[in-house]
């Protein structure tokens, strides 16, 4: 295929995507799109299975699934079946690895159960929507290794296919039991409900085609690594609401190894024995238990194109082996285009597998002309007419012609001393505007293995580097940037961006490990290898900028006793030193800067009280600090005035006394609310004394007019600076 054949391809293939975002809407007869309008799903339809008769080609249990019309309806459904089953699933607000809090139950199948959840890291950033989708094993399944064994291989394929056209799978692990995976969450429908929104007649063929040359791509970029996907249906295939397609559930996919080291080891597990498929879809390779390969991926692609142009199973949903058992004839649907019904028929019926197509020469064959042999013979033979009426002049343009072979041949001379240039060139040359853009990738594609050679190389020696306690991971991002400029589709650049980022995030996250176990013991001005933790907040900032730390719960509730101690004995060294660790590590959430708030006007009381009680007596410089004075002991002293006015007896009386010396011994020397509150102590006793002496209790008057008395000596005799 020529350039410019690949680029008027390209460009029918990107005005198609656009005419089917547009109308995506209208897709089929309009009463019938109203009458099966489904709300657009997220990724609750990943694990769902189609319903069939004959289970016996099946190999882990069906799905539960009901087809849903709303999310509501989906998690009522979901949680109704749950209860009646006994079957466990996690509960709204579980957290799983500390970080991803579960929201609502979206979909479940034979193995595993769909949640949405919110990821506390994207949230803390600010993200605006920090969903995403967790993939748990359910849990009669955790016992059982094949099945683990299966969810982390899907896990570990799908992260190393970075494509458009494939779900993004962020993290998987196990927290406590609970087998993960973590993907994007989209929002969206599957093939399998387009279909059923396009009865009876299907979709026409320029927007189906659209749908198919995604899907294609995803095939051929995965093909390419070797991994079939085994389990291709319209349930697996998304189409979030930019019409971009998602292939996902890559749980029974299989790696080719096309290329085996002859001298390893091969292990002696049947992994394929475990495997799960959709019989309506499988290739008779699959449902007889062998390996699956990339026929089965076309086999399960031709089926999806059939019905996506006919709402029809090819083989009225029958599996290919029954089919054939039961002569099922193919029909060509009518909407159907001849250029590719061939290949689709040669996949559907040989069931030999030995047929040579690939997905990539299906993609060529979807986006051909189909133009009419009648008309390709007429322009034929017009052509050759032509060429009749004109060969005369031929020979006159002979002279021509060989000048421009000279030229044509110095041109190519030039091109091929610019392509045999040395490496450490080829950047200066692909930068020149004199370089023909043909020329310029032939160049790059020349040098290719030796350039991505020297960017690995400059990787190492940031790594390596000595003088640095952690690798350079910016310098190493920049060198990254800077190769996928002339190799933005390398393979082995992705694969050295996942192992940076993977080697960033294991950095950070031993750090964070360090510090929280620093804050859980609470010693917070303690050293390790030279470092504190101030040292160890900044190596994390300086890796990676405004990173998220966020402090464990024990050290967090560690800290917060810490604060209410150093607050209970008015120690203010101590508020100091927890204030500057509390505004590093603990100023995330409202709840600790109210902490932290309080605590600071506490510890400006306490110093403003230390102030004025350590200036000379004959000093006015600072002013008496009332407001301090309420803010640390306002509650006692409310209450000691509270006591004074209710009291109604001597004795009641003597136990304020007690309160007001016991408060006092707290100071250094007196301050005004001590003694104010002994002089109106003082004016009771009086009072009590003039109401016994008119009750002749003569002794009792005697003697409160004695505690009187103390009390205004005391008062008197108050060093007292207001």
């Not at 001298?263 to 475990?274: L, N, W």
Request: charge should be neutral.
């Amino acid at each position: 295929m020529s350039v410019d054949n690949e680029k008027k391809n390209t460009q029918e293939e990107k005005n198609d995507k656009t005419k089917f975002i547009a109308h995506s809407q209208k897709i089929g007869p309009e009463k019938n799109v109203e009458k099966s309008k489904i709300e657009p799903a997220s990724v609750k339809e990943i694990t769902k299975e189609d319903n069939i008769n004959d289970k016996s080609h099946t190999k882990r249990p069906e799905s539960k699934t009901a087809p849903p019309s709303t999310r509501t309806e989906v998690n009522t459904a979901v949680t109704e079946e749950n209860n009646a089953s006994g079957h466990q699933t996690l509960d709204k607000g579980h957290l799983v690895k500390n970080r991803y809090v579960i929201d609502s139950l979206i979909g479940h199948g034979g193995l595993c159960d769909v949640y949405r959840a919110k990821d506390k890291v994207l949230e803390s950033s600010g993200v605006a929507s920090p969903f995403v989708a967790l993939k748990v094993l359910q849990h009669e399944y955790i016992d059982q290794p094949e099945t683990a064994r299966m969810l982390i291989r899907e896990a570990q394929h799908t992260q190393t296919l970075s494509h458009p056209n494939i779900i993004r799978v962020f993290d998987f692990g196990v927290d406590n039991k609970i087998y993960f995976i973590v993907m994007e969450y989209l929002d969206g429908e599957t093939i399998e409900q387009l279909i059923q929104r396009s009865r009876p007649n299907g979709l026409a063929f320029p927007n189906a085609k659209v749908l198919l040359n995604q899907i294609l791509d995803a095939l051929i970029y995965a093909h390419s690594l070797d991994i079939v996907h085994a389990d291709l249906k319209p349930a697996n295939i998304m189409i979030d609401s930019a019409g971009t397609v998602k292939l996902l559930d890559f749980g029974v996919s299989k790696t080719e190894r096309l290329k085996q080291d002859q001298y390893a080891a091969k292990r002696k597990v049947d992994d394929h024995q475990v495997l799960g498929y959709t019989p309506n879809y499988a290739s008779l390779n699959i449902i007889s238990g062998n390996k699956p390969c990339r026929q089965d991926d076309l086999f399960a692609f031709a089926c999806m194109a059939y019905e996506l142009l006919s709402c029809k199973h090819p083989y009225n949903r029958t599996p290919i082996d029954l089919a054939k058992k039961n002569a099922i004839p193919l029909k060509k649907p009518s909407g159907f285009p001849n250029t590719l019904w061939p290949d689709i028929k040669t996949i559907l019926t040989d069931t030999s597998g030995q047929y040579k197509l690939s997905a990539q020469s299906l993609k060529q064959r979807l986006n051909q002309n189909n133009r009419s042999k009648y008309a390709i013979a007429a322009l034929i033979v017009l052509g050759l007419s032509t060429s009749l009426g004109i060969a005369y002049h031929l020979n006159s343009q002979i002279v021509q012609l060989e000048e421009a072979n000279r030229q044509l041949a110095h041109s190519l001379q030039t091109q091929q001393q610019i392509i045999n240039s040395q490496p450490e060139s080829v950047f200066e040359l692909s930068a020149s505007d004199t370089i023909h853009p043909v020329l310029r990738a032939g160049l790059l594609r020349h040098h290719k293995q030796t350039l991505l050679a020297t960017f690995e190389q400059q990787i190492d020696e940031i790594l390596n580097q000595s003088n640095n306690e952690y690798p350079d991971y910016d310098q190493v991002e920049s060198v990254l940037k800077h190769a996928a400029i002339y190799y933005p589709d390398s393979h082995k650049l992705e694969l050295l961006n996942l192992d940076m980022r993977s080697s960033k995030r294991s950095t950070l996250l031993s750090i964070e490990r360090h510090i929280n176990s620093v804050l859980e013991k609470g010693q917070y001005d303690a050293q390790q290898d030279g470092k504190s933790i101030v040292d160890l907040h900044n190596d994390l900032h300086s890796i990676q900028q405004n990173y998220p730390l966020t402090p464990s719960s024990l050290a967090t509730e560690v800290f917060y006793q810490n604060i209410d101690q150093a607050i209970e004995v008015k120690d203010s060294v101590r508020l100091t030193e927890l204030l500057a660790v509390g505004g590093t590590f603990f100023s995330t959430n409202e709840i600790s800067r109210k902490k932290l708030q309080n605590a600071r006007v506490f510890n400006e009381a306490v110093i403003a009280i230390d102030s004025w009680q350590k200036q000379p007596s004959n000093s006015d410089k600072v002013k008496y600090p009332s407001e301090a004075v309420i803010i640390l002991y306002g509650d006692r002293l409310s209450e000691i005035y509270q006591n004074l006015e209710k009291a109604a007896t001597v004795s009641a009386l003597d136990q304020v006394v007690v309160d007001i010396e016991e408060l006092a011994r707290e100071f250094p020397m007196d301050i005004p609310n001590i003694s104010d509150l002994r002089f109106q102590t003082a004016n009771k006793y009086l009072k009590f004394s003039d109401m016994l002496l008119k009750k002749r209790q003569s002794v009792s008057a005697r003697n409160a007019m004695k505690k009187a008395n103390e009390l205004l000596q005391q008062v008197d005799s108050t060093d007292f600076r207001g």
